[in-house]
């Protein structure tokens, strides 16, 4: 993995996470973020 990959994961995941504490995320919406993921590795 190159690391603009690797930087873009990390603020994804940064996104999600601030997310969830608020509780704006819906699971539909972090599923498809871990989709995502997978995709890129």
């Known amino acids: 993995?190159?690391?603009?990959r690797i930087k873009r994961i990390?603020?994804?995941t940064q996104i999600?996470?601030?997310?969830?504490r608020k509780n704006e995320l819906q699971l539909?919406?972090?599923?498809k973020i871990i989709k995502?993921?997978?995709?890129?590795t």
């Open 10 to 12: 990390a603020w994804l």
């Open 1 to 4: 993995m190159d690391i603009p």
């Open 28 to 31: 539909s919406q972090v599923k």
């Open 16 to 20: 999600v996470f601030k997310s969830n």
């Open 36 to 40: 995502y993921f997978q995709l890129l």
